[in-house]
């Protein structure tokens, strides 16, 4: 227990000392040195954690805690009230009041008096997200470092510098992903969700421009939300179970799933808006304008984790209880088809992410609404691989624009030229997502067989045509890089250490996830399904798992094999002898007229646009959700 705390208070003890230090140096320093500190206890706990498969809870009185998280709770709605008067958005502020008021309601009246004998535990599921959140995010604040930097140099003069406050932020995101990961007292669990959730308006809103301040409204109204439907299912769970404990509930409602219906559907709702799930999508999309280390942070290892977290959680309960089962399993897989089709319109690389962030979720949101272990199982290895994955990509894009003064596509031209190193790094982010044998498509392939042992052809249809979409708008970015022509000159030897480490540290972890997937799913992910579900029919073979691992070895030394300097002779690009300006790859063309050499891809906006496909997935997976919220609430009150 002493580690789950110290996971817990040591962030927030680094956030304060953060937004004391001033100097760059001395910054560098403290954030080099607890992040390390943080990755090591969380590789740490893991290893202890794998010497039993069966969950370990800590039993202790917690009264002092209880208020804590109470007056966090109060914290966190006034804030949200004052910046919502500040910048005169009502509906922040109403929907703040009605969760503030709410929370007060349920404190008082009818969680007081309920106890939990353990307040803390962890379970193989966690220790998964303890090294996602304690490896991955903690990297990604080191690689903040040389980011903001040079974010701060290319602000205008006189500026404000702000980074300490970033910089806070980061860690206090870091801690209350701890929170959530490892609490089994869900109003503990319902505290650092929404600490998650003012921690994002606050990074998202950071340049303080008007479209930054915009976007950050629309995901502070959105998870609100979510926020007042997991205190409804808290609500739920008191009146209906008298319970408070996340183990005690899911337990109830395997045996029971009649009482469970409206509690499991208002948390599977507050998972959606966590998640960014069709209609609560947008609030992913707006991130984008905030520093690529908050994007990072948010996609890949904290604030949708938390939300595919709980549903993965709820799988055993969402198995038996069809109404919400149901809306995760619509929502998730038309999310997935639509936002894989709508990133083929993108040339901006962070939208790409972004559409493509979105549309893995909606596919571990499906997987947790069938809720079989297989379904588990696939979950699981998604979350996995598209932390490491989306988080490399995220950091190579931020240090590309910064150094080739663009994050379009289109503008990512003989980046194997002007830096060599980045774009292998980039092409490896790529294919982890897309190519087999990488870790990536071995969870999609098991997906694809959880499905179709449930019986839901629709599902399977959805992943499959997702899947096709998918290959073509990470295809067209690949050979966007793999290009190779003139003589640009290498433009990342300026690329800050800080931004090196992490993104090697990325390349590693995908490198040792594929190897090491049979090992992890021996040790970490099986046991974990044993627990809960007593079986599993294991979706993928021992030994082709190991043959997949060393074909991406393979694969990985053929990528870097051409890394260093060459001795080739350097020649100028040939244009058929009729050659204009070579640098600039213009020539003759048969009309005597000037024409550049250029390779641009299809992006089929007059077919999949945003205006179109956008408004189909928002309507229709609303009008689903609000169908089933409904008919769970008339369930629950046996009105059917």
């Not at 607890?34 to 706990?45: E, M, N, P, T, Y």
């Not at 080191?142 to 932020?169: C, I, K, N, S």
């Not at 982890?432 to 997906?447: D, N, V």
Request: a neutral charge.
């Amino acid at each position: 227990m002493t580690m789950l705390g110290f996971l817990i208070v040591f962030p927030l003890v680094i956030a304060a000392i953060l937004l004391a230090v001033r100097n760059n140096a001395a910054r560098n320093v403290v954030v080099v040195a607890a992040s390390l500190v943080i990755g090591l206890a969380s590789i740490w706990l893991v290893a202890v954690g794998l010497n039993g498969a069966s969950p370990v809870y800590f039993e202790f009185s917690s009264p002092i805690v209880d208020g804590i998280c109470t007056i966090v709770g109060i914290v966190v709605a006034i804030t949200v009230i004052c910046f919502g008067a500040k910048y005169k958005n009502p509906l922040a502020i109403v929907l703040a009041v009605v969760q503030l008021i709410g929370s007060l309601v349920f404190e008082l009246n009818f969680a007081h008096g309920i106890e939990v004998a353990t307040p803390l535990y962890y379970d193989q599921l966690t220790l998964l997200m303890v090294f996602i959140i304690g490896v991955i995010g903690s990297a990604i604040c080191v690689y903040a470092l040389g980011y903001m930097e040079d974010f701060q140099a290319h602000e205008p003069e006189g500026a404000l510098d702000r980074r300490p406050t970033f910089f806070a932020l980061m860690f206090v995101f870091l801690s209350a992903m701890y929170v959530i990961v490892f609490a089994d007292h869900m109003t503990w669990l319902f505290t650092g969700w929404e600490v998650t959730t003012l921690c994002s308006f606050l990074l998202i809103a950071y340049t303080r421009t008007e479209e930054a301040i915009r976007n950050a409204f629309r995901q502070i109204i959105m998870n609100l939300l979510g926020g007042i439907s997991f205190l409804i299912g808290l609500f739920v769970c008191v009146l209906t179970m008298g319970t408070l404990s996340l183990a005690e509930f899911l337990a109830m409602g395997q045996l029971v799933p009649q009482i469970a219906v409206l509690a499991v559907t208002a948390f599977a709702f507050a998972g959606i808006t966590k998640a960014a799930q069709m209609p609560f999508h947008t609030w992913l999309l707006g991130a984008m304008v905030a520093p690529t280390p908050t994007s990072a942070l948010l996609h890949s290892s904290t604030m949708v984790k938390a939300g595919v977290f709980l549903l993965v959680k709820l799988a055993p309960v969402l198995a038996v209880c069809p109404i919400p089962g149901g809306m995760l399993m619509f929502v998730g897989g038309l999310t997935f088809l639509v936002c894989s089709a709508l990133a083929i319109t993108q040339s901006n690389a962070k939208r790409v992410l972004a559409y493509s962030t979105i549309a893995n979720l909606g596919l571990i949101t499906a997987c947790a609404g069938v809720g079989t272990p297989e379904a588990v199982w696939a979950a699981t290895f998604l979350i996995l691989f598209h932390a490491i994955a989306k988080s490399l990509l995220f950091l190579c894009v931020g240090t590309a624009e910064h150094h080739i003064g663009s994050r379009d596509i289109e503008d990512m031209d003989l980046l194997f030229d002007r830096m060599p190193s980045l774009a292998r790094f980039m092409m490896l982010g790529i294919m982890t997502m897309f190519i087999a044998p990488f870790g990536m498509l071995i969870a999609k392939w098991a997906t694809l067989q959880a499905f179709t042992e449930a019986g839901n052809v629709i599902l399977v249809l959805l992943l499959a045509f997702g899947s096709a979409v998918t290959f073509m708008f990470w295809a067209k970015w690949m050979g966007k890089l793999a290009g190779i022509a003139g003589q640009s000159r290498n433009v990342e030897l300026s690329v800050h250490t800080s931004e090196w480490i992490p993104i090697m540290l990325m390349a590693v972890l995908i490198a040792l996830g594929c190897v090491g997937l049979p090992l992890i799913s021996l040790n970490l992910v099986e046991p974990y399904l044993y627990v809960v579900y007593g079986s599993l029919s294991f979706p993928i073979s021992f030994d082709n798992l190991i043959i997949a691992g060393v074909a991406v070895i393979l694969m990985i030394i053929v990528i870097f094999a051409g890394l260093g300097h060459s001795t080739a002779r350097k020649v100028d690009v040939y244009l058929a002898g009729v050659s204009v300006d070579n640098n600039n790859r213009t020539f003759k063309n048969s009309l005597s007229g000037v024409t550049q050499a250029t390779a641009r891809n299809w992006y089929m906006k007059d077919w999949l646009g945003e205006q179109r496909l956008d408004i189909f997935g928002t309507v229709a997976c609303s009008v689903f959700i609000i169908a089933l919220y409904v008919f769970a609430a008339l369930f629950a009150a046996g009105l059917f």
